[in-house]
């Protein structure tokens, strides 16, 4: 969010070209789109993208990049909210991108795969089209409910995010 991606580019950027090492070069600087890992790689300018934070708003990641499904990726958008709670003594793990994050595999779920909800045969109304509400009706349009809808009050959905960014 603060830093442009790859930022660090002007100084980790010699070190493969250079011919500095043989060995395989890891490389991070807010690297969070699979378009610019890619060209990364490609370039030669790092063997390995280090996707802390990425991996932290999509723990599927690399399986996404993999098997083609770009739309699919929640993608980092460097908010650090994910570290800055850890600095402050607050939960474990956030992140404004993947509510989910850290509760996955405790609870013994996994965010990706929904079941048919027992109620699938019901119509369903979700009122406020901020991140929250969004992002409940997708899982609920996942889980095959009859039908989701969703408001908002607003002219445009988004919610505070809209206030935030401006």
Not at 14 to 40: E, F, L
Not at 57 to 64: A, E, M, Q, T, Y
Request: glycine residues 10%.
């Amino acid at each position: 969010r603060f830093f442009e991606e790859n930022h660090e580019k002007p100084y980790t950027g010699r070190i493969k070209p250079g011919n500095h090492t043989d060995k395989p070069v890891v490389g991070v600087g807010r690297i969070v789109s699979p378009d610019t890992m890619v060209a990364i790689i490609n370039s030669g300018q790092f063997d390995i993208i280090g996707a802390a934070r990425p991996s932290i708003s999509d723990p599927f990641l690399p399986n996404k990049i993999d098997e083609g499904h770009l739309d699919d990726i929640r993608e980092c958008i460097g908010c650090n909210q994910c570290i800055s709670r850890w600095e402050i003594g607050g939960p474990p793990m956030v992140c404004t991108q993947n509510a989910t994050a850290g509760e996955e595999y405790r609870r013994g779920w996994h965010p990706e795969r929904f079941h048919r909800a027992a109620n699938a045969d019901k119509s369903v109304l979700v009122v406020g089209a901020g991140p929250a509400g969004m992002e409940c009706a997708m899982v609920l349009g996942k889980r095959q409910m009859s039908a989701v809808h969703l408001v908002e009050a607003e002219r445009e959905i988004g919610g505070h995010v809209n206030w935030v960014s401006s």
